[in-house]
C-alpha cells in the first residue's frame, strides 16, 4: 500500500509539471493584464442568447455503523450564450452579476489567452473561466491527493476490514479534497480570493473537509 500510494504520487506530480507551468504563464498574463493591459486578447462578440435551468443532485451515504440518509441538492445555473465573427456560438455558465448585466443583441467582449476563451466582459462585469491547463492541474492533484491516502493508510493503518469499507473511506477522502484541490487550482491561475469571497471559500471548504472527515474518521474509531 505504501509502494502504491508513492507511486500514484510520483505519476501524478509528473503529470502536472507541465500544467503547472503554463498555469504559471497563465497567472502572469493575468496580472500583466491587470497592471498594464494588452496581456490577453480581445474579441468583440455579439450576446445570442440566455437561460437560467437547474441541476438536482441526490447522493445516498451510509455511516460507520450502516445508517442509510439521502440528501437532495439543487442549483441554479445562469448560461449566456455568444456568437463569435465567424459565426460559431458558445454557450458558458457564469455568475448571477454577469448574467444580469447580458442582455440578448448585446455586445460583449471575450478574453483570450493563446487562442483560448478564459473571460467573458458584458458592462464591466468580467466572468473568468479556468483555462484547460489549469482544470488538467486540478485532475492531476486531484490523483496525487488519492496517492496521499493510499500512502497515509499505508503509514498508519494497513488493515483490510471489508470491500464496503473501502469504498467509503475512498469516497470520504476524495471528498474531503474536492474543494482544497479545486481551489488550489483557481488560486494558481487567478490569486487567492479577497473580502467576502475569501470568508465564502473558508466556510465552503470547512464544510467540504469537515463533513466527510468526520464520517472518516468514525469508521476509523469504530475499527479501533
Known amino acids: 500500500m505504501i ?21 504559471r504563464q497563465f497567472r502572469e498574463a ?9 496581456c490577453l486578447g480581445d474579441e468583440p462578440v455579439s450576446v445570442v442568447r440566455r437561460r437560467t435551468y437547474t441541476t438536482t443532485t441526490t447522493t445516498t451515504n451510509t ?4 445508517h442509510t440518509y439521502t440528501s437532495t441538492s439543487t442549483t441554479t445555473h445562469h448560461e449566456i450564450t455568444w ?25 460583449a467582449t471575450l478574453r483570450l489567452w493563446r487562442q483560448e476563451v478564459v473571460g467573458l466582459e458584458v458592462q464591466g462585469e468580467t466572468e473568468w473561466f479556468l483555462p484547460e491547463a489549469s482544470t488538467a492541474l486540478g485532475v492531476w492533484l486531484g490523483v496525487a491527493f488519492f496517492g496521499l ?4 493508510w499505508g503509514l498508519l493503518f494497513g488493515w483490510w476490514d471489508g470491500f464496503f469499507f473501502l469504498v467509503y473511506r475512498t469516497f470520504c477522502w476524495m471528498f474531503m479534497g474536492l474543494v482544497p484541490v479545486a481551489t488550489a487550482a483557481h488560486t494558481l491561475a487567478f490569486g487567492w ?3 467576502g469571497d475569501l470568508v465564502i471559500l473558508i466556510v465552503v471548504c470547512a464544510l467540504f473537509v469537515g463533513i466527510p ?12
Open 213 to 224: 472527515g468526520w464520517m472518516l474518521f468514525g469508521s476509523i474509531h469504530e475499527r479501533w
Open 149 to 152: 491516502g493510499l500512502l497515509l
Open 3 to 23: 509502494a502504491l500510494g508513492l507511486g500514484v504520487i510520483m505519476v501524478a506530480l509528473t503529470g502536472a509539471a507541465d500544467p503547472y507551468q503554463q498555469t
Open 193 to 195: 480570493a479577497t473580502g
Open 30 to 38: 493575468v496580472v500583466c493584464d491587470q497592471d498594464a493591459g494588452g
Open 63 to 66: 455511516d460507520a455503523n450502516g
Open 83 to 107: 456568437r463569435r465573427a465567424n459565426g460559431s456560438q458558445q454557450a458558458r455558465d457564469v455568475s448571477s452579476n454577469v448574467y444580469n448585466k447580458a442582455k440578448e443583441g448585446q455586445p
